[in-house]
């Protein structure tokens, strides 16, 4: 049996309230950005904001003690004394506690052109060029243009836009498109999880992807093919309300392609989708990139037939 450890009611608030997004950097994880939450390099699944945790996989979350407890796989007596600091006396950061103020939904300002965002889709993410102009055109993709908090700087991204039933905008995904350093993405402020960046087709499948530029990345491997008579959405994350969304509002869709990435999270995101849309009769199946995500397959493609072209011209 192991030994006892009393914590006090304050020891335990104190252990419960550290600032996870502190406390993994000093485990020596690595976080990424994710709209208003931090989401870990070793387990995209996973997102941290302050002392709380997510798994979007296992739909599971909690506060900084259970999470410890299941990260780690310690036992609680184990967690807290992690929290508090050990024998090595380390204090960690106790969360923020911020007043939650519900934002109303407001699309980035526009850029008066899309030249950066056509010169990173195109020549650095290797999307076909048509298939950039229709998502333009159809006003799902645009360039933004945002002032820095002292006017002094401007902040250009492509802002991957979710319409509703009326065509009204309810949500937006925003991908940083400067081609050095960790580009930012994470999705705007209230945005609505059912709306995010999606195509409706006239067929009965529905291609379920984790970003926006995975399923421009596919379509433009498909572009000779006649791509737009099916369903395209986009859930910016592991969430499946997106994909729920759209069966409910197209119900001539029988059969749904799981394209997530080809890791632990998009597997897992993809055992627990299966199940739901097997309970709706849904027909599922999976379609795996070769690589981690259909955006590598893209470029190794383009990789690959550039080389080949060269040795037939030499």
């Known amino acids: 049996m192991g030994k006892y450890i009393y914590f006090t009611e304050e020891e335990k608030r104190k252990a419960n309230n550290v600032d996870l997004e502190y406390f993994l950097r000093q485990q020596g994880e690595t976080l990424l950005p994710s709209g208003r939450e931090k989401r870990l390099k070793s387990d995209h699944s996973i997102t941290v904001r302050g002392n709380e945790w997510y798994d979007h996989a296992t739909e599971k979350g909690g506060l900084a003690i259970d999470f ?24 960690y950061h ?19 052109d899309m030249r950066r965002t056509f010169a990173y889709l195109i020549k650095h993410r290797c999307i076909n060029s048509d298939v950039v102009s229709f998502f333009a055109k ?3 993709l645009y360039e933004s243009c ?5 006017g002094t700087k401007e902040y250009h991204n492509a802002i991957f836009v979710g319409l509703d039933e009326n065509c009204v905008a309810r949500h937006a995904h925003k991908r940083g498109i400067y081609t050095k350093g960790k580009g930012y993405k994470g999705n705007i402020d209230s945005s609505n999880p059912c709306y995010s960046f999606h195509f409706c087709g006239t067929s009965d499948r529905l291609y379920v992807f984790e970003a926006p530029i995975d399923m421009l990345s596919f379509i433009s491997l498909h572009k000779d093919s006649d791509w737009k008579q099916y369903s395209y959405v ?10 729920l969304k759209q069966l409910e509002i197209n119900p001539q869709i029988k059969k749904v392609v799981l394209c997530l990435d080809n890791d632990k999270a998009g597997i897992n995101a993809c055992e ?29 493609n383009v990789k690959e037939q550039t080389q080949s072209f060269e040795i037939k011209m030499a």
């Open 272 to 300: 627990k989708f299966k199940k739901l849309l097997y309970e709706q009769g849904i027909i599922v199946s999976r379609l795996s990139p070769m690589l981690k995500d259909f955006n590598e397959d893209l470029q190794e």
């Open 68 to 91: 410890v407890q299941n990260f780690y796989g310690l036992s609680f007596p184990d967690a807290v004394t992690m929290l508090l600091g050990g024998d090595s006396e380390k204090a």
């Open 146 to 150: 945002e002032k820095s908090n002292d």
């Open 234 to 243: 986009s859930l910016c994350g592991l969430s499946e309300q997106a994909m």
């Open 94 to 112: 106790c969360a923020e506690k911020k007043e939650k103020i519900k934002k109303t939904f407001k699309l980035p300002p526009h850029n008066k």
């Open 138 to 140: 159809e006003k799902l």
